[in-house]
């Protein structure tokens, strides 16, 4: 299968400690991608291969992979990480395919 | 700083053409693929496309038969079309910039373009 199976909502308490899954057969493969998308914003890029940051995104932000799941963390969540997360690969034939996101709510 | 501008859009009654450039500005247009993503409302990401800076394409197969993705180095430009829109391709249109070297990434993003097919 070439589809993407993420959690449509997470919840986590401001300071804690909060993981974003995802899960599919072309994570055995592929590293996730992850992006942040807050809402009426274009996605932005939080994490790529093993658990690259782009210049500016906070240290808070890792990843992680087994086997067919990969996982962005978020260490310390702060208020201004409420959004939605998309974790993207590639399928059988090299073309992308997004997860359908989550919702990260910080409380 | 590398910035990608997007124009074109807007409001499309159904069976009409979706015209959308992108302008790379701050970068190289050379050595990257360039992408189309689109979202529509209260929905996720769908990849489009992609084209390289020498022209070589791929299509979502589930579009491919209404697209056309094109390309001018001497502008830093890059083009989508979209034959026969119907309302399913109401959306915020985004392109992007995707390194797709030993890690594939999208780096760079439009702000989009929002797409209405409406009679």
């Known amino acids: 299968s070439s589809e993407l199976t993420q959690d449509p909502a997470v919840s986590v308490a401001l300071g804690q400690t909060v993981r974003i899954t995802c899960q599919g057969d072309?994570?055995?493969?592929?590293?996730a991608t992850w992006y942040q998308q807050r809402p009426g914003q274009a996605p932005l890029l939080v994490i790529y291969?093993?658990?690259n940051r782009p210049s500016g995104i906070p240290g808070r932000f890792s990843a992680s992979s087994s086997g067919d799941t990969a996982s962005l963390t978020i260490t310390g969540a702060q208020a201004e990480d409420e959004a939605d997360y998309y974790c993207n690969s590639r399928d059988n034939n090299g073309n992308p395919v997004f997860g359908g996101g989550t919702r990260l709510t910080v409380l | 700083q590398e910035q990608l501008q997007q124009w074109g859009g807007g409001l499309l009654k159904p069976s009409e053409t979706l015209s959308l450039t992108c302008a790379v500005y701050g970068g190289s247009f050379s050595g990257f693929h360039w992408s189309w993503i689109r979202q529509s409302p209260g929905k996720g990401l769908e990849w489009i496309g992609e084209i390289d800076d020498r022209g070589s394409i791929k299509y979502n197969p589930s579009l491919k038969s209404r697209l056309t993705m094109s390309l001018d180095t001497s502008k830093n430009q890059f083009f989508l079309k979209m034959r026969s829109v119907t309302a399913a391709d109401t959306a915020v249109y985004y392109c992007a910039k995707l390194s797709a070297g030993l890690f594939y990434y999208m780096d760079v993003w439009g702000k989009g373009t929002t797409v209405t097919v409406s009679s």
């Open positions: 291969g093993q658990s």
């Open positions: 072309s994570l055995r493969s592929y590293y």
